[in-house]
Structures are given as C-alpha cells and as structure tokens.
C-alpha cells in the first residue's frame, strides 16, 4: 500500500464541532505523508465532484474513513457520498453485482472491481468501550465492527478489504483526546508498517 486516500466525514452539529475529528484525520495525513506514502484527501465539509472522488478510489491502495459515529453508524452526509460516489462509479468501481442470467440465485456481491485494494474506518463514540465489549451491556458484546456491518458490506461489494477498525470511545462525557491521538498513531503504525 503506497497510496492512501483519506476522508474526513467529521461534520459540526449541535454542540460538536468536528474538531476531534479533524485532528485524527490531519494525524493520519502527518504520519503517512512523513512515512513516505502518497496521500490525497477529501474534507465532506468543503464538498466534491463525484467523478474526481471515483477518481481518487481507483487511485488509491486504502482509503481511511475519519467520522463520528451518529445514530450507531456513519454520520448522514458520510451515506450521500457513499451512495453518489459508489453510483456514479458503476463499471469503474464495480461491474455489476457478481450474479449471472444463468445461476442468479448465486454471486451477489462479487462484482467489485477494487480487489486488493483496502479500507479502514476510524471513528468516534459518545459510547464508552464497554458498552461494546460485554455481552450484557447496550452492544451485547457484539463489538465495533459489528454496529458498521452494512458499511463493511458495502465496501466489499465493491471488492475492498477491511483493515483493524480504530475507535475513539466515550468523547463526550470522559474524554481523553491526546491518548487516543497516541492510540491512533499507534494503529496507523502498526497497520501501515510505518515503523
């Protein structure tokens, strides 16, 4: 992985400005640019043009989602560009949905055409981690991924492959932001090889 496309969902609502969030993404782009990586991103905020951000999909080795979580998943503009994006690249991101006239019973999700190339979420929670990990607590022990199994999905359809999910948890009511910048810097190390 030599390319990395990163994307800052981070997005101001109410009493959260997206700084959290912007701080992560600008770690990510800091730490792979300085490690030798090429690296293009895209800031929801700023807006896009749906063909140069396919664009940047088929030019990357991995690409990086920074985003908070809202309403347990991706934040709503996060799914407007999942869903322009991925629209607008049919036939260059995937060809179809992998099922045949022949055996449509058989296939679907195997039309995607980024086989090789990786995806890696990074997002915050107001949730503590433990409500994630034990079994009687709000996520029934399910873990992180669990909670974005349609995102994993929708990423493998255009045949991307997870990598470790990083996690901020618990932002709001106890938060400790410079260790989990040193968590993620951590992460991306040990993800990217950047040692």
């Avoid at 140069?52 to 989602?65: M, N, P, R």
């Amino acid at each position: 992985m030599d390319k990395v496309f990163v994307i800052n969902a981070g997005t101001p609502y109410a009493f959260a400005k997206g700084d959290l969030n912007r701080s992560l993404h600008d770690t990510a782009l800091s730490l792979l640019t300085g490690a030798g990586y090429q690296v293009r991103s895209t800031h929801l905020t700023e807006g896009y043009r749906e063909e140069e951000e396919v664009a940047k999909f088929l030019w990357a080795d991995a690409i990086i989602y920074q985003m908070p979580a809202w309403w347990m998943g991706a934040p709503w503009p996060l799914k407007k560009y999942i869903d322009e994006v991925f629209t607008v690249g049919h036939g260059q991101l995937f060809a179809d949905d992998g099922r045949s006239a022949a055996n449509p019973a058989l296939g679907y999700g195997t039309g995607g055409l980024l086989q090789g190339r990786k995806y890696m979420i990074s997002s915050t929670w107001n949730a503590p981690r433990h409500a994630f990990e034990a079994k009687d607590d709000f996520f029934e022990g399910k873990g992180i991924d669990a909670v974005y199994f349609p995102f994993h999905k929708a990423h493998e359809l255009i045949g991307l492959q997870a990598l470790p999910t990083f996690a901020c948890f618990d932002v709001v009511k106890n938060p400790e932001y410079e260790h989990d910048l040193q968590r993620y810097k951590r992460h991306l190390e040990q993800v990217f090889n950047t040692r």
